[in-house]
């Protein structure tokens, strides 16, 4: 039996070095030389102290200038700027589940876009109270597609999905008003909020950041993810790898990167047709690979087992191999870098989105009608790229670790009935988790999520705290580039469970689960949200007691914050290793970091050392068990 | 209280009573008062298995409550509290030593204590067939005397070997149930320390065939959670001290199954409260992931493998045939499709109620087969396992083979309803469930008119058994052009791999060239597989090319080459579920046998306990071999040292076993009358020196040969 072995973040970096070089070469620009030529930062932005949002100023705040022109204090300016940073997230993220109910409501039994899951749509359907008895599955498709468009601007009523809580929850949610409207709403009301001359009262503005992170967590974002698994199938546990190794040199490239699936998917399904790969054997290829990067890469991992080439600060590098042929991108955390980094190379930066749009790049736009023939060109464009290689620049470091991914709420409760015991346990529940968890065997879990950001050592939080967590029997959901990190690592190969403490180790051997389950991209946070929701009421407790917390060790994105902010909103404690520019108000700090307790019970705990950080972790896991009497 | 904290209380309890009961032994008798368990290599064998170190006397046993102290952490994580559950375990182990101090026997029959590793070795081939598909601890009393009887015999019908311990013990005497390894119920003793002799069962199985180095204790665990399909049932109430031996028990891998609702934690898999304790086996097998191959025939009485070692003694029986006295037989005989019925059952003759109370009867049956796959090559193989067949018949016993069996049929089976005909179901289903690969259609005649048997015996069974002898002497190793692998054993000896020849059974006996040609036959990617042996490297010892490859792929690579005849040179492996073991005594060149049988000490200074433990789990020991016994007269039989003229003692039981066949090759080889009369065994030495003596005495041929090392 061969010992498990990670990949360590020193072997990671060595061989981006080995590809900065390339760079070097060629004059390539990269993060690592603009981070150095933006540093330091601004004070009184990291702050948050710095206002822009009338004509009058900028007004910065220092202990000699108190309040700006308005008279508005620190304590108003920060607490805007936070609001408006989460405006920002969740518009984003609430946007991409509308792409994707316009998806199902191009969805045809012979058009580009199918329902691969409909048991799924009947669910929901059924959930949102709509007849589905003898009703064609498209046409229950493209009803239920335009009441998902109607929660984006209804006008009364809160988001449907907040019913999946547990009881009582929406209700206090509601008292507080924390329970999401519709969701456009909740952003305008944001930027409406934020606007010269409104509010300034931390406690409102704070309220309000919660309010329009729900409308993206418990909206938006679930909207994304609970529709793409029914056009694109409910991820379930599928093997594939992890980081740059898993590009081939000798075939075409095409590397897939951005959040939305509906253009990834096309991409794969054509990548994989006979007559691309037969076009890309007569140019001198061997056959295709695509590979991913962010997001995106999350989402046809989960469901196509497409290897992983990187996450968010990777991005450069699989442009940096010299062997690729085209980085095909969508919406959202995409360098406008790639733009001028691909001209050092024969890379096509090929830009997809109305929404994303950047010069230097080949645009072209992809639309749910014509995401067949737009997916075909595309492919056809990057197997025609691979003559104009240059073989001398070809480097694709030996890496890549083995990863299990694709456990959805539903794959995780499937796997959960694989250790009950049909004489005397039900099927279909969480309890089988909540048994190790009450027992003891398992301390917690850790939703970790989020970004790479330049101010911590990239993946290195990722991978230590998950490390240290496992090996306090904590089971670890990761998704978005969180999960990339810990699958780069080899945490997610079924033999991490070595580094495991005895009560995960059994867990993961009796489950045939690796420590570090990966639940999706970052609009997939949502399925944690929904598990969390599940394990309370299989428990009879509130979120807000279960022994479980979320990390965000090296987040850097609006949607981030966003996303802290539903995590709180829903009664999870919320972990971050990088401050959310609100160090300059005291109230604030205050508010984020116990005020927020007394509607959802839970707050944000703010830790830049990422030791401290686990134990401060661990140590909630455990007070939240005394809490129990577990 | 978390469960965790139960843990660590019932720990801390029998941590207490240990020291207590150690120190009080030390002002008994002294810290150089030996320590140990009968027949057994391996000391205190838990302790040994866990750290390496072997206990041998009160001051080391002192020694080792400390490093056990050590185990005992205390942090709220699993490992702690495994570890604690360990620790329960090994004081456990310290408690039930002290008892045999002074070769004391602590334990009267029916409760057995420690277990000799002779009895883990026969459990060996039975767990990896599958004949003994798991083992039951049962712990505690039942709630009443019903409950748990019936619990014990719903495993026993399932084959499982079930062990007890505390009131369960007096629960099974008090219903008058029979116990005993035979029938695979071993009540262990009424205390709840005595758990440690099956808890020792599982450790040493991983010791033996396993290959775990001592003190591996990652390994150890590791082999028992795969390789050992043990599981508890523990009747409430549980009390801490329970609960940690629990935890021990999950440690291993072994689920806990328990009716105690009360301050109890549930853990998926591994602790399941089951309220209902007539659903205790279903539960605990899906917990276990045991599998039950269902064969369900249509008799009166239980139909189990754990009826197999029954024995019917005289005043217990209705009738017997026996083969010894009068004729007959019994025969698997190929025929055309066309010229049978499947299942089709005659009794041809008087049935059981026709036959005297206590009488002794002549019984001739044959199974006609036929088949596309059938073989005639093939019907010894089915044939043997008749044996097998009608043992498991509850209130039936079976013994011998061909014309010379003996058949006992209970007055209880009798009175059940049980008839000659249901022995024609047995044979049928349990052929066609076994060999449906050969055997597509099936039928069953039974004789017991004397003037049939005696024309069955003489004119049909006894000219094919002569055929057969004809075909089986001319199957030499030279004869065949291919030999098998048997890796049947893997399941409990990862990296071991048997090569069966015509002239080299596999060494558990159970395998021979032919058996292991059948069953490639009916599964050609299972446990045998073909062997070339088309690329000879060295004839002398019988290392092929062919033969290393396949053993290499085979062992995953543990094994690299080896030779079919040697015993010093590259000598085959052994798992450790071997019949005999030889070793080399260097006072006269030659080797001595022990079977697993065999109790008592050997002119090697050891025990078979003892000689076996040097070997198996897959290793390659030189000088020391397991094997099977009918290897012994082999001509094969380490014939790259000169063959069975090296052999100097045995057993005395064992040299009447081969002594005609053994006789007979020596005669062939070298001329030699009576050969086995110039072997040792116990009752003339049982070390070098007087067997050198005895041998001198006879000339024996090895005190001239060369010294083998």
């Not at chain 1, 620009?29 to 933006?38: G, L, S």
């Not at chain 2, 028990?249 to 072994?254: C, E, N, Q, V």
């Not at chain 2, 008799?299 to 005043?315: L, N």
């Not at chain 2, 075909?471 to 990862?494: G, K, M, W």
Request: glycine content about 8%; charged content about 25%.
């Amino acid at each position: 039996m061969s010992e498990f072995k990670m990949t360590t973040v020193e072997e990671m970096e060595a061989a981006t070095n080995r590809l900065l070089e390339t760079g070097a070469k060629v004059g390539a620009d990269a993060w690592q030389f603009r981070v150095k030529n933006q540093t330091p930062h601004c004070k009184f932005g990291e702050q948050g102290v710095c206002c822009r949002i009338c004509a009058m100023g900028p007004c910065r705040i220092t202990p000699k200038a108190p309040r700006g022109i308005c008279g508005c204090d620190a304590h108003g300016i920060v607490g805007r700027n936070f609001l408006k940073f989460t405006a920002g997230g969740a518009a984003t993220h609430s946007d991409h589940g509308r792409e994707i109910c316009h998806t199902l409501y191009c969805a045809a039994e012979d058009g580009n876009y199918k329902v691969k899951d409909p048991e799924k749509l009947l669910r929901i359907a059924k959930e949102w109270g709509v007849e589905t008895e003898g009703k064609d599955i498209y046409d229950l498709a493209h009803e239920m597609a335009e009441i998902g468009l109607m929660e984006y601007g209804k006008p009364f009523g809160y988001q449907r999905f907040l019913d999946r809580m547990p009881e009582g929850q929406k209700e206090k949610l509601i008292e507080n008003e924390i329970a999401p409207r519709a969701i456009d709403r909740e952003v305008s009301t944001s930027l409406h909020m934020a606007h010269m001359g409104c509010s300034s009262l931390p406690e409102a503005l704070v309220k309000q950041s919660l309010r329009a992170g729900m409308a993206d967590g418990w909206g938006g974002s679930m909207m994304g993810t609970e529709f793409s698994d029914v056009l694109f199938g409910t991820p379930k546990p599928i093997d594939t790898e992890a980081n740059l190794g898993v590009m081939v040199a000798e075939n075409v490239n095409i590397v897939v990167h951005g959040h939305d699936p509906s253009l990834s998917e096309m991409i794969c399904e054509y990548a994989d047709s006979p007559e691309m790969i037969a076009y890309a054997k007569e140019m001198g290829a061997k056959g295709i690979t695509v590979s991913g990067v962010c997001c995106t890469s999350n989402e046809v991992a989960m469901r196509r087992g497409i290897p992983m080439a990187g996450n968010f600060l990777q991005q450069e590098n699989v442009v940096l191999t010299g062997a690729c042929e085209a980085i095909v991108v969508d919406v959202q955390c995409i360098f406008p870098a790639l733009g001028p980094l691909s001209k050092c190379f024969h890379t096509k930066f090929v830009t997809t989105s109305p929404i994303a749009q950047m010069p230097d790049s080949e645009f072209i736009r992809f639309n749910a009608e014509t995401a067949g023939e737009n997916a075909k060109a595309i492919v056809k464009m990057a197997i025609e790229n691979f003559k104009n290689r240059k073989p001398e620049l070809v480097h694709i470091p030996d890496m890549k670790a083995k990863a299990t991914v694709g456990y959805s709420v539903e794959a995780i409760v499937k796997t959960l009935d694989g250790v009950t015991n049909s004489q005397v346990d039900e099927t279909g529940t969480t309890k089988p988790l909540l048994e190790c968890i009450t027992s003891g065997v398992i301390r917690g879990a850790v939703a970790m999520v989020g970004c790479n950001n330049p101010k911590i050592r990239p993946d290195y939080a990722h991978i230590e705290l998950m490390k240290k967590l496992i090996a306090n029997d904590i089971v670890v959901i990761a998704s978005g580039c969180s999960a990339q990190a810990a699958a780069k690592a080899g945490l997610m190969d079924k033999s991490a469970k070595d580094i495991c403490g005895a009560g995960l180790k059994r867990v993961c051997e009796l489950a045939d689960i690796p420590p570090v389950l990966h639940m999706g991209s970052c609009v997939d946070i949502s399925r944690m949200m929904i598990l969390a929701a599940e394990l309370a009421k299989d428990s009879g407790l509130q979120i807000n007691q279960l022994p479980v917390v979320g990390c965000a060790p090296e987040w850097m994105s609006e949607k981030a914050v966003s996303i802290g902010n539903y995590v709180v909103g829903t009664g999870i404690d919320t972990f971050l290793g990088v401050d959310p520019y609100v160090s300059g108000s005291s109230e604030m700090c205050e508010l984020l970091t116990e005020g927020t307790r007394k509607w959802t019970g839970a707050a944000y705990t703010v830790e830049t050392d990422i030791e401290k950080l686990t134990d401060l972790m661990i140590e909630r896991i455990e007070e939240k068990r005394t809490a129990l009497g577990i | 209280m978390t469960l965790f904290e139960r843990v660590f209380n019932g720990n801390d309890a029998v941590y207490g009573l240990t020291e207590q009961a150690i120190d009080a032994a030390i002002a008994q008798h002294g810290e150089e008062k030996a320590v140990s368990f009968p027949n057994t290599a391996y000391c205190l064998p838990c302790y040994y298995a866990v750290t390496g170190v072997k206990v041998t006397n009160l001051k080391e046993l002192k020694e080792a409550l400390g490093v056990v102290k050590t185990l005992m952490t205390r942090e709220p994580r699993l490992n702690d509290a495994f570890m604690s559950g360990v620790a329960t375990a090994l004081c456990a182990e310290f408690i039930e030593a002290l008892k045999y101090i002074d070769g004391a026997t602590p334990y009267e029959e029916p409760l057995y204590g420690h277990l000799a590793d002779a009895v883990i070795r026969e459990l060996g081939v039975p767990l990896v067939t599958g004949d003994i598909p798991g083992v039951a601890v049962i712990l505690g009393s039942a709630p009443t005397v019903e409950e748990g009887v019936a619990l014990v015999k719903s495993y026993q019908a399932q084959g499982i070997l079930v062990t007890l311990v505390g009131g369960i013990c007096d629960q099974v005497a008090e219903a008058g149930m029979a116990t005993g390894a035979n029938v695979r119920v071993i009540p262990l003793g009424k205390d709840v320390t005595a758990v440690i002799h099956v808890v020792s069962v599982a450790l040493r199985a991983a010791l033996i065939f396993g290959n775990v180095t001592p003190g591996d204790a990652k390994t150890l665990m590791e082999y028992t959670m795969q390789r050992v399909p043990a599981f508890v049932n523990a009747f409430a109430p549980l009390d801490d001290v329970i609960v940690a031996c629990g935890a021990g028990a999950i440690a291993l891998g072994f689920p806990v199954i328990t009716n105690e609702t009360e301050n109890i934690a549930r853990v998926p898999k591994s602790l399941i409260v089951q309220e209902d304790v007539s659903k205790f086996n279903a539960t605990s097998l899906e917990a276990r992931d045991i599998k039950i191959k269902i064969t369900n025939i249509d008799i009166p009485v239980a139909f189990a493998s754990a009826f197999e070692g029954e024995i019917i003694r005289r005043g217990d029986m209705q009738v017997e045939f026996d083969g010894s006295r009068v004729d007959c037989a019994e025969l698997v005989h190929t025929v055309d499709a066309s010229e049978i019925e499947d299942h089709k059952i005659t009794v041809v003759g008087p049935e059981v109620d026709d036959m005297e109370l206590g009488s002794k009867n002549s019984i001739a049956y044959v199974v006609k087969v036929a088949g596309k796959n059938m073989q005639p090559d093939f019907e010894p193989v089915i044939e043997r396992k008749f044996h097998n067949y009608i043992n498991c018949i509850e209130g039936v016993y079976h013994t011998g083979q061909r014309d010379m069996q003996r058949i006992r049929i209970s007055k209880n089976a009798f009175a059940a309803g049980f008839r000659l005909k249901h022995i024609g179901e047995v044979l049928y289903a349990s052929v066609k469930n076994e060999f449906e690969a050969v055997v597509d259609k099936c039928e069953v005649i039974i004789y017991t008119d004397p003037a049939e048997c005696t024309r069955i015996r003489h004119e049909v069974a006894i000219p094919t058994f002569n055929k057969r002898d004809d075909r089986l002497n001319n199957l030499t190793d030279e004869s065949v052009d291919v030999y098998y692998s048997c890796i049947l054993c893997q399941a409990f000896s990862p990296s071991h791999v048997c090569v069966v020849t015509p002239e080299r059974l596999g060494l558990c006996g159970a395998v021979s060239w032919l058996d292991a040609k059948a069953t490639n036959e009916l599964d050609p990617n299972g446990p045998c597989q073909v062997i070339t042996k088309e690329r000879p490297i060295d004839e002398r010892i019988g290392e092929y090319e062919d033969v290393n490859e396949a053993v290499k792929r085979l062992s995953q690579g543990a094994l690299e080459d080896v030779s079919l005849y040697s015993i010093m040179e590259k000598p085959m492996t052994s798992c450790g579920c071997f019949e005999c073991i030889c070793g080399i005594e260097p006072f006269s060149n030659g080797v001595c046998i022990a079977n697993r049988e065999y109790a008592g000490m050997t002119p090697l200074g050891m025990t078979f306990p003892e000689l076996a433990s040097m070997t198996g789990g897959g290793v390659q020991t030189p000088g020391f071999m397991g094997h099977g016994k009918h290897f012994i007269a082999s001509k094969k039989f380490m014939k790259a040292e000169g063959g069975i003229e090296r052999i100097v003692w045995m057993p005395k039981e064992l040299k009447e076993f081969v002594a005609d066949r053994l006789n007979q090759t020596a005669k062939e080889l070298y001329g030699i009358d009576n050969f086995t009369d110039m072997i040792g065994d116990e009752t003339v030495a049982t070390d070098p020196e007087t067997l050198v003596e005895f041998l001198t005495e006879k000339g024996h041929p090895a005190l001239g040969m060369d010294p083998m090392m």
